[in-house]
């Protein structure tokens, strides 16, 4: 069982950064793939990040490539998401997720691949 929580959302105005934390607390966190997705008032929860267990490998969602970068720190069991140039079409609840894997080196994409989620954490970027 991996317990995760979120942290570091809030209001901001357009144009500006957030960075969110995501704690675990596996101390087997270094085993896990982790993503960032997000959903939307009334729309349906989608992906955002992902990195793989090594963090050598990141993938994004084509509008926040260049704008938001994935990272993770597996001595503090910490996954983090760096937002900057944020736009109002950015406000969401934002899910940290991990998936079990001790073979596979890639990154995961969809919600039904992860084993374990935070509670979320809302950011609201005003335009």
């Known amino acids: 069982q991996v317990h995760l929580v979120e942290s570091g959302g809030g209001l901001v105005q357009a144009g500006g950064s957030l960075r969110l934390s995501c704690a675990a607390s596996?101390?087997?966190?270094?085993?896990?793939?982790m993503g960032w997705f997000r959903q939307a008032p009334g729309k349906e929860r989608e992906f955002v990040a992902a990195?793989?267990?090594?963090?050598?490998?990141?993938d994004y969602k084509d509008s926040v490539k260049g704008r938001f970068t994935i990272s993770r720190d597996n001595a503090k069991n910490t996954v983090y998401l760096q937002m900057n140039s944020l736009k109002p079409e950015d406000t969401a609840v934002y899910y940290c997720?991990?998936?079990?894997?001790?073979?596979?080196?890639?990154?995961?994409?969809?919600?039904?691949?992860?084993?374990?989620w935070g509670q979320g954490t809302q950011v609201t970027v005003s335009s």
């Open positions: 990195i793989a267990w090594s963090g050598d490998t990141t």
């Open positions: 596996r101390r087997t966190f270094s085993e896990y793939a």
């Open positions: 997720a991990a998936r079990y894997t001790t073979t596979y080196s890639g990154t995961y994409h969809t919600d039904d691949e992860y084993d374990y």
